[in-house]
């Protein structure tokens, strides 16, 4: 009897490859003895060589599409998995073109026009929504679509934790973001360092690729790396894991901590919203600003107090911009602030 090969789409971003894991799930569990295939952009290879339901990994450089060269290979390797189903799970231009140009007789589910199971992409409906309908409409039970689990991907770091001379419970901050995006960058992760350190709280930032440097004087957090280089998805996914509690911008890492089911605060900069991106899906709350620029260090500490210390700050926020922690101390976990339920849902 023939194999059935099934061949996925998901080119990125980091938060869209790891939303989407509830979704491979739920594909392997409705084809379990098909050979499923992942097309991917090279970033993200190794998340899904390691990934437990997926067979292989097809790259896609994403070069030009006038590009005749590039094209006509990424053609040959895509029909070469001979694919009985495709799904679609990028539904770009780009995607939309591969259907046309390299696929239109493979049954493919997407939005691409003319595909057999095409759907359109309401704007105001996160892709997890989406592609969960979608599943659905199908046939497929796609109970796992919304609940996406990263347990597999996360590292053992006690070592790592070891060395920093880190010892749990601790908060991550998340304070960058992709290099197009800095508008979602809120400016204050200094001092709120600054804050978690006199509240006895170690914070811990993980810099990625393109900050390898950018945090290295950064009063008061612990930055982590691995032979001065930046740790891979996996053990960012370990510090994550064990974390207490994560505050970021909306970025990759951010979603990670969503789908590891850690609580935590997320800042929002119009027009990104949590329902716009899945977080609403997850135990983490948010804050929606129309310029981070000009969203207080105030809210911040107010929300983070009500959620993870339960308790007013011990120091007034203005003198956060001043202050520095004490040097050579050691940032010693308060038993007695540790404690943090299911936060709700009271954003702003």
């Not at 070469?80 to 679609?88: E, Q, S, T």
């Not at 799970?89 to 493919?108: E, G, I, K």
């Not at 010892?167 to 992709?178: E, I, N």
């Amino acid at each position: 009897m023939k194999r059935t090969h099934i061949l996925i789409i998901k080119l990125g971003s980091l938060g869209d490859v790891v939303q989407a894991e509830g979704l491979y799930r739920d594909i392997r569990a409705h084809h379990p003895d098909a050979l499923i295939t992942v097309m991917t952009s090279p970033p993200y290879r190794d998340f899904f060589e390691r990934c437990p339901w997926v067979d292989q990994v097809l790259l896609d450089p994403r070069k030009a599409r006038w590009n005749l060269a590039a094209m006509l290979d990424l053609r040959a390797k895509m029909r070469a998995v001979k694919a009985d189903m495709v799904y679609d799970l990028q539904q770009s231009r780009r995607t939309s073109f591969y259907y046309r140009w390299f696929m239109a007789d493979v049954d493919w589910m997407g939005k691409a026009p003319g595909c057999k199971f095409q759907f359109p992409n309401p704007p105001h409906r996160c892709a997890m929504d989406q592609y969960a309908d979608q599943l659905a409409c199908l046939g497929i039970p796609n109970g796992n679509a919304l609940k996406p689990d990263l347990g597999w991907m996360a590292d053992e770091v006690e070592p790592l934790l070891r060395e920093a001379g880190l010892c749990t419970p601790y908060v991550v901050l998340v304070p960058g973001s992709s290099k197009g995006h800095k508008n979602k960058r809120w400016p204050h992760y200094r001092e709120l360092a600054i804050f978690l350190t006199l509240h006895g709280l170690a914070a811990v930032i993980v810099p990625g690729p393109d900050e390898r440097t950018t945090f290295d004087s950064f009063t008061g957090a612990t930055v982590l790396k691995r032979d001065d280089c930046c740790l891979d998805y996996f053990a960012l996914a370990g510090v994550i894991k064990n974390a207490a509690f994560v505050v970021g911008n909306d970025t990759g890492p951010m979603h990670i901590a969503a789908h590891l089911q850690r609580f935590g605060l997320v800042l929002f900069n119009k027009p990104s919203t949590a329902q716009k991106t899945g977080m609403q899906h997850s135990r983490l709350n948010w804050l929606q600003s129309d310029n981070l620029h000009t969203l207080p260090l105030a809210r911040v500490v107010a929300e983070i107090s009500q959620r993870l210390l339960n308790r007013p700050p011990i120091l007034p926020v203005d003198s956060l911009r001043k202050a520095t922690p004490p040097a050579g101390s050691p940032m010693r976990w308060n038993s007695k602030l540790l404690a943090i339920g299911h936060p709700g849902r009271a954003n702003t």
